[in-house]
C-alpha cells in the first residue's frame, strides 16, 4: 500500500489501542481500593515496533536455509496488520498491605499521558487528510 | 528525551510525597502509643527516598558518555526505617506499661515523636506535592503549545 | 597626398562592430538548470514529506524516543514547502500560457 494510506492506518490503530489503554487505566484508578486487586496494562507498540523492523531486515541479516515449508524461517516479515492490542494483568507486584498494586499517581500519569498521545495521533491525522485535500484542488 | 518524561518524573515525585505523608499522619496518630505488636513503645517511622535510575545501579560509574543521558529517572522509596532516637521517659508508677525492674523502674517508654517536627515536614511534603503538579501542569502546557505549531 | 589604408570588405566588417553583435546568442549552461531547479525544488518537497512519515511512524511505535515539537516543526514545514511548490507550478503554467498565447 502507498505510504499515505499505510500512514493513516498506522495512526488509526495507534489511536485504537489508546482508547482501549485509557478504559484500562480507568478501570484500575477506580479499583485502587479493592484487596488484591492486580492492574492491567495495555502491550501494543512493542510489538508493532517488532513486526514493522522486520520489514527492513538487512540483507546480509542471520539466515536459516529450508528445505521444508515446514521448517521455521528466521527472515520472515511480519504484517503490521496482524498485531493487536493485548490486555496483560499485571500480577508480580504489590503496591499496599492488602494485595492491590495500583499505584494512583501512576495511573493519572498515565491518563493525562494518553490524552496528549491522543491529541498527538489526531493532530497528524488531519495533517495527512489536509495534505491530500490542498493537492486535489 | 521524549514527551512524556518529566511526566513520569514528576508522577514519582508525587507518589513518594505521598508515601511521605502517609508515614508521617501514622507517626502522629500514634504519638502516645506505649504498646505494640513488637513489645515496647511504638518509635517513629522515617521514609528514606533515593533516586531512580534507568537500571543500571552498580553500572553507574562505568556507562559511556553516550550512553548517559545525564538527567536521572525520578525518586524511589528505598526503605522506610524506624528512628532509633532515645524514647521518652515519663515517670509515672501506676501506669499499666511501667518497667517494672532495672535501673529505669517506674518510668514509662514513650514514643520519639516530636508532633512539631512531624508538621513541619507534613508542611514540607504537601508543597512538594504541589511542586510536582506544577511541573505536570507546566509539561502539559508546554505540550499544548507545540501541537499548536502545525494547526 | 595622404596614405589611405586600402580597406577590404571583411575588414570592413570587422571594424563596424554593432551593438547587436555585442549580444551573446550561443545555449549557456544557466538556461538548462531551470529545470534542473524545479526537479530540486520537487526532490525536497518529496524530501520533507517523508521525513513526516518517518517522524509519524517512529512516534508511534516508541514515543519517548521523538519530541513533540519535532513532528510539528516537520509537519508545518510539509504544508508549506507543499503549498510554495504549488504556487510556483501555477504561476509557472500562467506564465506559459501568457507567452504562447500573446504571439
Excluded at chain 1, 494483568?89 to 499496599?96: G, P, Q
Excluded at chain 2, 514528576?10 to 508521617?24: C, F, N, P, Q, T
Excluded at chain 2, 536521572?72 to 528512628?83: L, N, Q, T
Excluded at chain 3, 524545479?38 to 517523508?50: G, P
Aim: glycine share 4%.
Amino acid at each position: 500500500m502507498n505510504s499515505f494510506a499505510r500512514t493513516t492506518d498506522l495512526l488509526h490503530r495507534a489511536m485504537d489501542a489508546s482508547t482501549l489503554r485509557y478504559t484500562v487505566t480507568a478501570n484500575n484508578l477506580a479499583n485502587s481500593e479493592v484487596p488484591n486487586f492486580k492492574r492491567t496494562v495495555v502491550n501494543f507498540e512493542t510489538e508493532l515496533k517488532r513486526a514493522l523492523d522486520s520489514e527492513t531486515r538487512s540483507a546480509g541479516a542471520f539466515e536459516l536455509s529450508k528445505t521444508d515449508d515446514r521448517h521455521l524461517s528466521a527472515d520472515s516479515v511480519i504484517d503490521y496488520r496482524t498485531v493487536e492490542p493485548r490486555r496483560v494483568l499485571d500480577y508480580t507486584t504489590t503496591e499496599k498491605a492488602n494485595g492491590n498494586n495500583v499505584n494512583p499517581e501512576e495511573e493519572a500519569m498515565e491518563i493525562l499521558r494518553i490524552q496528549l498521545n491522543y491529541q498527538m495521533l489526531t493532530q497528524i491525522q488531519s495533517f495527512q487528510f489536509a495534505q491530500a485535500n490542498s493537492v486535489l484542488k | 528525551m521524549g514527551m512524556f518524561t518529566s511526566i513520569q518524573i514528576a508522577a514519582s515525585g508525587m507518589a513518594a510525597e505521598r508515601l511521605r505523608s502517609d508515614v508521617i499522619s501514622d507517626n502522629i496518630a500514634n504519638a502516645s502509643t506505649t504498646r505494640t505488636q513488637e513489645g515496647g513503645a511504638f518509635r517513629r517511622s522515617r521514609v528514606v527516598l533515593s533516586q531512580k535510575d534507568a537500571g543500571m545501579d552498580w553500572r553507574t560509574p562505568f556507562i559511556p558518555d553516550a550512553l548517559d543521558r545525564g538527567v536521572g529517572s525520578g525518586v524511589k522509596v528505598s526503605s522506610v526505617e524506624k528512628d532509633t532516637a532515645d524514647l521518652r521517659l515519663v515517670y509515672d508508677p501506676t501506669h499499666p506499661d511501667a518497667i517494672q525492674s532495672g535501673p529505669k523502674t517506674g518510668y514509662v517508654e514513650y514514643p520519639n515523636v516530636n508532633i512539631v517536627t512531624e508538621m513541619v515536614d507534613l508542611i514540607s511534603a504537601s508543597r512538594s506535592y504541589e511542586a510536582n503538579s506544577s511541573v505536570i501542569q507546566g509539561s502539559k502546557e508546554m505540550f499544548m503549545k507545540a501541537l499548536e505549531i502545525g494547526r | 597626398m595622404m596614405k589611405v589604408n586600402p580597406v577590404s570588405v571583411d575588414n570592413f566588417r570587422a571594424s563596424m562592430k554593432s551593438s547587436t553583435d555585442l549580444i551573446d546568442t550561443s545555449v549557456r549552461p544557466e538556461t538548462q538548470s531551470f529545470e534542473q531547479t524545479l526537479l530540486k525544488a520537487f526532490d525536497s518537497v518529496n524530501h520533507s514529506q517523508m521525513k513526516t512519515e518517518t517522524l509519524s511512524q517512529q512516534m508511534i511505535v516508541d514515543p519517548e524516543s521523538v519530541d513533540v515539537h519535532d513532528v510539528t516543526i516537520a509537519m508545518a514545514e510539509a504544508n508549506l514547502s507543499l503549498k510554495i511548490a504549488q504556487s510556483v507550478i501555477d504561476r509557472v503554467i500562467k506564465g506559459w500560457n501568457d507567452v504562447t498565447t500573446n504571439r
